[in-house]
Nanobody, 127 residues
Framework: VQLQASGGGLVQAGGSLRLSCSAS????????MGWFRQAPGKEREFVAA????????YYGDSVKGRFTISRDIANNRVDLQMNSLRPEDTAVYYC?????????????????????WGQGTQVTVSS
């Protein structure tokens, strides 16, 4: 399994960015996938996830109402639209994918649910 994240960069506060994660090697056409982020000196934080098969979505409290996760089935891709960005959103963003099985909804916010991780893409929001 390979996950390739792209779309990071530098943006001013209040601006928008769109991250994309292209997946290869996954057997499901609608896999469970998620985004986490980690800022320097901080713990890894759950950002958003889209559930396997049903495509239900989940968000971390700090991004609700500002970020949207979506799936592009034809291109085996999951996108994260980030609006109203804040300096505290600055972090390395990681794309993740669920393995075999179908985790329950509460599991989607836990890093341990995801055996597959991409290389990360830097997002920097200036004030």
């Amino acid at each position: 399994v390979q996950l390739q994240a792209s779309g990071g960069g530098l943006v001013q506060a209040g601006g928008s960015l769109r991250l994309s994660c292209s997946a290869s090697g996954l057997t499901d056409s609608r896999p469970g996938m998620g985004w986490f982020r980690q800022a320097p000196g901080k713990e890894r934080e759950f950002v958003a996830a889209i559930r396997k098969s049903t495509s239900s979505t989940y968000y971390g409290d700090s991004v609700k109402g500002r970020f949207t996760i979506s799936r592009d089935i034809a291109n085996n891709r999951v996108d994260l639209q980030m609006n109203s960005l804040r300096p505290e959103d600055t972090a390395v963003y990681y794309c993740t994918a669920v393995g075999m099985g179908n985790p329950i909804s509460s599991m989607y916010s836990r890093p341990s649910t995801y055996p597959h991780w991409g290389q990360g893409t830097q997002v920097t929001v200036s004030s």
